[in-house]
């Protein structure tokens, strides 16, 4: 049977475009949709959905003792949410909300489990994807405890930033906020704007719309201390 290619549209960017895979999963699965700001999933909460994100971005976030927010991940097309309660049979380890309106699909977390152990490609996709977080994980503990706070203003720059062209220049296509900026780093946004003001003035950087365009990577990189 040819999966509806309404329902599974997108779903083919991670999970590939085996028609058996994209059926199983069109069959298990149900479209959602939140707005901006909207919670999705819920820190402490027993449920096991699993969401893939069509489109839209969403955010991980817990909070603590003192309410303070801790930033914990962001996530966007072609990101799961929600896969580590349904693996673990365990909790919801952080709140989970809709930073845009966003588009799901949402999967029970027994029939994901149980596609992910019929089809063995989908449980290598969670894998990498899984590898790919603890990596992301790894290495913002690692600028926290060796960079300065302007250092990992400037390498949260060059992480959001693309190649232009055959060019060395780089595009920030969407420029964050200085607040989500602050708060993504566990940082004052005065020392977020402070840095990139410092950077303006150097010419490294330079807006570019709604973005930011970096003129001189290295010069940026050799900021990383």
């Known amino acids: 049977m040819v999966p509806n290619s309404k329902l599974s549209a997108g779903l083919s960017d991670f999970f590939g475009d085996d028609a058996t895979v994209l059926y199983g999963l069109q069959a298990a699965g149900m479209n959602k949709k939140y707005r901006k700001g909207a919670m999705i999933v819920g820190e402490g909460d ?93 290495r913002r503990m690692f600028e926290q405890s060796t960079l300065s706070s302007k250092g990992r203003v400037c390498a949260e720059l060059m992480r959001l930033a693309e190649p232009v062209g055959g060019t060395e220049v780089l595009l920030i296509n969407a420029m964050p906020s200085i607040s989500e900026i602050g708060k993504k780093l566990g940082m004052a946004r005065e020392t977020v704007s402070r840095t990139v003001s410092e950077l303006k003035g150097q010419a490294v950087v330079a807006p570019e719309g709604s973005g930011l365009l970096i003129n001189q990577p290295h010069l940026l990189l050799a900021r990383l201390n």
Do not use: C, N
């Not at 996530?75 to 896969?83: A, H, M, S, T, V």
């Not at 588009?103 to 989908?122: D, R, V």
């Open 46 to 138: 027993s449920g096991s959905t699993v969401f893939y994100l069509v489109s839209g971005t969403a955010s991980a976030l817990r909070y603590s003792a003192a309410g303070a927010e801790v930033f914990i991940d962001t996530f966007g097309p072609g990101d799961l949410i929600g896969e580590m309660a349904a693996l673990s049979g365990g909790e919801r380890t952080a709140d989970i909300y809709a930073t845009s309106d966003v588009e799901l699909i949402a999967f029970p977390g027994t029939a994901f489990i149980g596609l992910m152990e019929k089809h063995g490609s989908i449980g290598v996709r969670v894998s990498r994807l899984l590898v790919e977080r603890i990596r992301r994980t790894t």
